[in-house]
């Protein structure tokens, strides 16, 4: 059997190392493609390294570009490698440009394609992954999901359920996985950052950043709330972008930096005191570890970190934001507990799954 995951953005690559990895200990051939969606080194090449990702077969180079530019550059440049290699099985992983676009091009040239993380849905269409997510669940012969609300999803949607295999999150196992590595990190990240006591922050939406009447009043709050515990803020490169243009001072108790590698940022998310995100990773991280999370989305198509978790939905309202940031300081934070199935063995279920169908 002979296997070809598709990768491009920082997202997607914790999700494929430990399904490559189950697959090589069973023996698969597999090619790895990276699309080049994200392509500086702290987007990329960094995660490779850390999680033990092997150089990709190929790398398509596609970069930035407008949604329609993005996806149809991947459609273009992965058909004759998928031509020519004709896998048995493409694996694609959550939403991104790339996912959905690879997706595309399988669904024409009858190649099976193998969706991980299918079946998310945050039922509003102004969200770009949520198009990638429909598209992708709705052309993959194989269906794997992180948790009941996806498999509840699909099966609304008229999916047959043969399609449909419950795996558990496959995030989860790359953070199980080098939760011990990471915390070798902090003692040094501390010393040098200067901190032990902090709300990590992450922004990078376009409905966050794109426009400054929106990004301005959050980084004023996050820059007030940093009087009373510091923030540190890794910054995105399309926000980094939007945030030069804006010009804004910040005081130094809100602390901005480069993206942070993969270990890094997991050592200091288990070590926050709260993260403020508006990413899908880490509102799934944030519920592995315990740490309350508070997400600047008017919706999730991760509810399950809600339910279960340690996750709070606060839109943009900025009141509701100090609000739930007093609670966290005053010990009444979210503790949650761990969904079912987020047990660092979903890459194997998937590879059972693969080679069973
Ligand atoms: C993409 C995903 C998003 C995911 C995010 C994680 C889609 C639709 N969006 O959003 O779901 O949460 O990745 O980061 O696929 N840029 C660089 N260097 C890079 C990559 C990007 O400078 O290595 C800059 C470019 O200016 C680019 C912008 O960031 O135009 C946005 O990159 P893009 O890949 O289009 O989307 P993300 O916002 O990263």
Not at 38 to 45: E, F, G, I, L, R
Not at 254 to 271: I, N
Not at 342 to 357: H, K, M, N, Q
Request: glycine letters at 6%; hydrophobic letters at 45%; aromatic letters at 4%.
């Amino acid at each position: 059997m002979k296997v070809l995951h598709v990768v491009g953005a920082r997202p997607n690559f914790m999700k494929a190392a430990p399904v490559h990895a189950a697959l090589a200990a069973r023996g698969v051939e597999q090619l790895l493609v990276h699309t080049g969606q994200h392509y500086d080194a702290a987007m990329s090449d960094v995660f490779f390294t850390e999680l033990g990702l092997p150089e990709p077969d190929a790398n398509l180079n596609v970069g930035s570009g407008s949604h329609t530019v993005q996806t149809a550059e991947v459609m273009k440049r992965i058909e004759p490698l998928l031509v020519e290699q004709r896998p048995d099985w493409v694996l694609v992983y959550g939403d991104v440009n790339s996912t959905v676009a690879a997706a595309l091009v399988c669904a024409k040239l009858r190649i099976r394609i193998a969706h991980v993380e299918a079946g998310l849905r945050s039922f509003d269409r102004s969200m770009p992954e949520e198009i990638n997510r429909i598209v992708t669940d709705a052309l993959s012969d194989l269906l794997l999901t992180p948790s009941a609300d996806g498999d509840e999803n699909l099966h609304s949607e008229g999916v047959d359920a043969s399609r449909i295999h419950r795996v558990g999150n496959v995030m989860i196992d790359t953070l199980v996985r080098l939760l011990p590595r990471a915390e070798e990190r902090w003692p040094n990240l501390s010393r040098d950052l200067g901190i032990d006591r902090y709300i990590l922050l992450t922004l990078h939406r376009p409905s966050n950043v794109d426009d400054p009447e929106t990004l301005r009043p959050i980084v004023e709050t996050l820059a007030d709330i940093s009087a009373r515990i510091p923030v540190l803020f890794p910054v995105h490169p399309r926000t980094a972008e939007a945030l030069r243009k804006m010009n804004v001072q910040t005081p130094p108790a809100f602390k901005l930096t480069e993206p942070l590698s993969y270990l890094d940022f997991t050592a200091l998310q288990q070590h926050a005191t709260a993260v403020i995100t508006d990413s899908g990773g880490v509102q799934e991280e944030t519920t592995f570890l315990g740490v309350p999370c508070l997400t600047m989305r008017p919706n999730t198509e991760r509810p399950v970190t809600i339910a279960v978790g340690t996750n709070t939905l606060i839109g943009n309202d900025l009141v509701a934001l100090r609000a739930a940031v007093d609670d966290i300081l005053a010990g009444r934070g979210r503790r949650g507990a761990i969904p079912e199935l987020w047990d660092g063995r979903a890459a194997e279920r998937i590879a059972d799954v693969l080679l069973t169908s």
